[in-house]
C-alpha cells in the first residue's frame, strides 16, 4: 500500500522525493493512464496549496483531459489556447503567477489563481500536458517547473504512450 502525505524540507528536497517515489510508482507499469493517473495523486496530495493537479492529453488539434485530482474540470482545450494550450503549442513550461492576467485563460474552476503547465514530450512531440492550479497568487517558480518537468519527463519514458 501506498500513501502520499505533505511533504517537507526544501523544494529542491520535495522534488528529489517526489521523483523517488514516482519512479517507485512507475516501476513494473507501462500504462500511461495508470501512471498518469498515480502522478496526479502523487502530486496533489503531497504538495501544499494545489486545488487541481491532472493531465490533458492530445487528440488530434485539442488537449482532452487525462487523469486528475480535484474539481471536475473543462474537458477539451484546443491547442493555443488557454495556459495548457499555449504551453502545448509553445512546447515550453508556463509558470503563471496569476491566471486573471493571463489573455485567453480559460477558467474551469474559479478558485484558481496562479497555474503551471507542463508539456509532455516524445520524440520532439506534445502527447499531452501535466497541469497544476493552485488557489494562491504567485504559487509556483522556476524550482517547481524544473521539478515538475523531471517528473513528467520520467512519466513519458516510464510509460507507453497515451
Known amino acids: 500500500m501506498f500513501a502520499a502525505n505533505p511533504l517537507s524540507g526544501s523544494k529542491s528536497e520535495i522534488y528529489d522525493e517526489l521523483e523517488r517515489q514516482a519512479r517507485g510508482l512507475f516501476a513494473g507499469e507501462r500504462d500511461a493512464v495508470a501512471n498518469a493517473a498515480n502522478l496526479a495523486a502523487l502530486l496533489f496530495r503531497s504538495l501544499p496549496d494545489l486545488n487541481w493537479a491532472g493531465f490533458y492529453i492530445l487528440r488530434g488539434a485539442a488537449l482532452v483531459l487525462g487523469p486528475f485530482q480535484g ?44 497555474e503551471l503547465v507542463v508539456p509532455l514530450i516524445r520524440k520532439d512531440g506534445v502527447i499531452g500536458v501535466l497541469d497544476l492550479d493552485s488557489p494562491l497568487l504567485a504559487r509556483f517558480d522556476d524550482e517547481d517547473r524544473q521539478g515538475c518537468e523531471r517528473l513528467a519527463a520520467h512519466l513519458v519514458a516510464a510509460s507507453d504512450s497515451f
Open 71 to 114: 474539481n471536475p474540470a473543462c474537458v477539451r482545450i484546443a491547442i493555443g489556447q488557454g495556459v495548457c494550450g499555449v504551453a502545448a503549442a509553445r512546447r515550453a513550461s508556463l509558470v503563471v503567477p496569476d491566471v486573471r492576467a493571463f489573455p485567453g485563460h480559460i477558467a474551469c474552476d474559479a478558485a484558481s489563481r496562479s
